[in-house]
């Protein structure tokens, strides 16, 4: 173990390099790589990496990029790739292809505004947009959550009770190119914490069929095993905080993250970096008198409904903080966990930071003081940030 200084793109590439020579006693690792802002350095430090029976090809486009790490995954290695906005809408029908098939691909996802008009700058809609396409999801709060989620994704995704692929969220510039001090496990921890991957449904020199036509039945029958897996995702994934814990002395983030609710009165529920944010505000509230707390969602997919029902028990006012956008309806975490607080609770839903504009502590400050003063909720707000 060493800590070093590191963007979190370069945190994702050596997670990747990590987890790929871990596969060397299994069938090795494979990655489809295309550039797309911004998460091409995550790919261009991946590429320049050894990596004993690894395989970075270079492809022409975002959709061919998850073709290869189907291919790959097919194959029984452990397949790796990252992308973000328009590249993810470009890939789209084969990240559904490879939700479909079972295979335990992990994708690492620089969140960005879908365009046009053109944007660089964070917003979750990209990712959320897949969040129906069997994969699990996860959202990042900081450099070192994403190195440590990225190696908990492969752990998760390949357990055989699970199998399906993963996806690992993280907002742009805002950590994709901000250097932070993490801690940075050494090979022989990954190995032991990652054991080869043995594939049960690869493609061997015995005759299989791949992507036929099902009739309804058939069909039935596949999304309830997928349903069921994802079900058993919560189980899979305490027991790999255990075995993280274990061998690398830390515990990564529960499925949802409480910050001072024990006797909260008003809640902020957010994903990713905001949720930094909002603890900040949450103590300038309470210097003010305020009994405000916050709940951190770190996985979206499945989604944590009984962790967040539970945790807002006895909430009486929830700001649900929104970094996107599903026009007709508001923020899609608010659409997602709006039944989950108490049934008089005043929920309202605050989009903010859409298109990547700063989220500072004075604004969910702001926050605070409006979700306090009103008398019942009404339409989402979208909260224009200077």
Same mark, same amino acid.
């Given at each position: @173990?060493?800590?070093?200084? *590191?963007?979190?793109? !370069?945190?994702?590439?050596?997670?990747?390099?990590?987890?790929?020579?871990?596969?060397?006693?299994?069938?090795?690792?494979?990655?489809?790589?295309?550039?797309?802002?911004?998460?091409?350095?995550?790919?261009?430090?991946?590429?320049?990496?050894?990596?004993?029976?690894?395989?970075?090809?270079? +492809?022409?486009?975002?959709?061919?990029?998850?073709?290869?790490?189907?291919?790959?995954?097919?194959?029984?290695?452990?397949?790796? #790739?990252?992308?973000?906005?328009?590249?993810?809408?470009? @890939?789209?029908?084969?990240?559904?292809?490879?939700?479909?098939?079972?295979?335990?691909?992990? *994708?690492?996802?620089?969140?960005? %505004?879908?365009?046009?008009?053109?944007?660089?700058? +964070?917003?979750?809609?990209?990712?959320? *947009?897949?969040?129906?396409?069997?994969?699990?999801?996860?959202?990042?709060?900081?450099?070192?959550?994403?190195?440590?989620?990225?190696? @908990?994704?492969?752990?998760?995704?390949?357990?055989?009770?699970?199998?399906?692929?993963? @996806?690992?969220?993280?907002?742009?510039?805002?950590?994709?190119? %901000?250097?932070?001090?993490?801690?940075?496990?050494?090979?022989?921890?990954?190995?032991?914490?990652?054991?080869?991957?043995?594939?049960? !449904?690869?493609?061997?020199?015995?005759?299989?069929?791949?992507?036929?036509?099902?009739?309804?039945?058939?069909?039935?029958?596949?999304?309830?095993?997928?349903?069921?897996?994802?079900?058993?995702?919560?189980?899979?994934?305490?027991?790999?905080?255990?075995?993280?814990?274990?061998?690398?002395?830390?515990?990564?983030?529960?499925?949802? +993250?409480?910050?001072?609710?024990?006797?909260?009165?008003?809640?902020?529920?957010? *994903?990713? #970096?905001?949720?930094?944010?909002?603890?900040?505000?949450?103590?300038?509230?309470?210097?003010?008198?305020?009994?405000?707390?916050?709940?951190?969602?770190?996985?979206?997919?499945?989604?944590?409904?009984?962790?967040?029902?539970?945790?807002?028990?006895?909430?009486?006012?929830?700001?649900?903080?929104?970094?996107?956008?599903?026009?007709?309806?508001?923020?899609?975490?608010?659409?997602?966990?709006?039944?989950?607080?108490?049934?008089?609770?005043?929920?309202?839903?605050?989009?903010?930071?859409?298109?990547?504009?700063?989220?500072?502590?004075?604004?969910?400050?702001?926050?605070?003081?409006?979700?306090?003063?009103?008398?019942?909720?009404?339409?989402?707000?979208?909260?224009?940030?200077?």
């Amino acid at each position: @173990m060493s800590t070093q200084l *590191m963007t979190a793109n !370069h945190a994702a590439g050596l997670a990747a390099t990590l987890a790929g020579r871990a596969n060397r006693r299994g069938r090795g690792f494979g990655s489809g790589v295309y550039p797309i802002t911004p998460q091409t350095e995550c790919i261009e430090f991946l590429c320049k990496q050894d990596i004993e029976k690894g395989h970075v090809v270079r +492809v022409e486009s975002e959709h061919s990029a998850m073709a290869v790490c189907i291919g790959f995954s097919m194959a029984g290695l452990r397949a790796y #790739t990252a992308s973000s906005s328009n590249g993810l809408a470009y @890939m789209t029908e084969n990240v559904f292809a490879a939700g479909f098939y079972r295979l335990p691909i992990v *994708m690492m996802a620089v969140n960005r %505004t879908m365009g046009p008009p053109w944007n660089i700058w +964070v917003d979750h809609g990209d990712t959320l *947009m897949l969040r129906d396409a069997g994969w699990i999801q996860l959202y990042c709060e900081d450099n070192q959550d994403l190195m440590d989620l990225s190696l @908990m994704c492969f752990r998760v995704a390949e357990d055989p009770r699970i199998l399906v692929p993963a @996806m690992l969220g993280q907002d742009a510039f805002v950590l994709s190119h %901000t250097i932070m001090q993490i801690e940075v496990p050494d090979q022989a921890q990954v190995d032991r914490f990652l054991p080869p991957l043995d594939l049960p !449904h690869r493609l061997t020199d015995q005759p299989r069929t791949v992507g036929g036509l099902d009739f309804p039945h058939e069909i039935e029958q596949h999304r309830e095993h997928h349903a069921a897996a994802m079900n058993r995702v919560f189980e899979v994934y305490a027991e790999a905080q255990d075995a993280f814990e274990a061998v690398f002395g830390r515990r990564p983030a529960d499925p949802v +993250v409480p910050y001072r609710l024990d006797d909260a009165e008003l809640a902020l529920v957010s *994903m990713g #970096t905001t949720a930094s944010t909002a603890r900040a505000a949450v103590d300038e509230a309470r210097r003010k008198g305020i009994r405000a707390g916050s709940l951190r969602v770190n996985l979206f997919r499945p989604f944590p409904e009984r962790q967040l029902a539970a945790q807002l028990a006895g909430i009486e006012r929830v700001a649900i903080l929104d970094r996107d956008l599903s026009p007709g309806m508001g923020g899609i975490l608010w659409g997602e966990s709006r039944a989950l607080a108490p049934r008089d609770a005043l929920v309202q839903n605050y989009m903010l930071g859409l298109g990547g504009g700063d989220v500072r502590p004075e604004h969910l400050v702001a926050v605070i003081d409006d979700l306090a003063g009103l008398e019942r909720a009404g339409a989402p707000i979208i909260q224009e940030v200077a």
